[in-house]
């Protein structure tokens, strides 16, 4: 049996959805995701993002983001830590992704947050994933 990994296939499903200018799409509910996308619309690469109720798995629909020219606010998301190899940073290592244009989610032993909020609180954790 394989053994997938949602947090990649979230940021492949938004990274295809972006680039095929789709308004919406929808993705498997798990708290990590949802901290995820929290995190995204805070960060203004997603307009928004709602849980919705399913008889099976909740999922979430995630509201994508353009500019005027349909330029999406996603320009490239990479996964950093994965199942196979986790990728754990102290709070003085915490990347900064294309210089601070982008952002570094990291799970800490406070929840997920960005790696600026991570360096400020002084913590280090896992590092899921970039977005720029």
């Not at 570094?104 to 947050?113: E, P, R």
């Amino acid at each position: 049996m394989a053994v997938t990994d949602l947090t990649s296939d979230m940021l492949t499903m938004i990274r295809n959805a972006s680039r095929a200018s789709k308004e919406a799409l929808e993705i498997k509910c798990s708290g990590l995701m949802e901290q995820v996308c929290r995190i995204f619309k805070d960060e203004g690469f997603i307009e928004n993002y709602k849980r919705v109720k399913d008889n099976k798995q909740d999922v979430i629909k995630i509201y994508l983001k353009y500019n005027k020219n349909n330029v999406p606010a996603i320009k490239g998301l990479k996964r950093i830590s994965r199942p196979g190899l986790r990728q754990y940073k102290g709070y003085r290592e915490l990347p900064k992704v294309l210089g601070g244009v982008g952002i570094a989610i990291v799970s800490t032993s406070q929840g997920l947050m960005t790696a600026k909020e991570a360096r400020a609180k002084k913590i280090g954790g896992e590092v899921i994933c970039y977005a720029w």
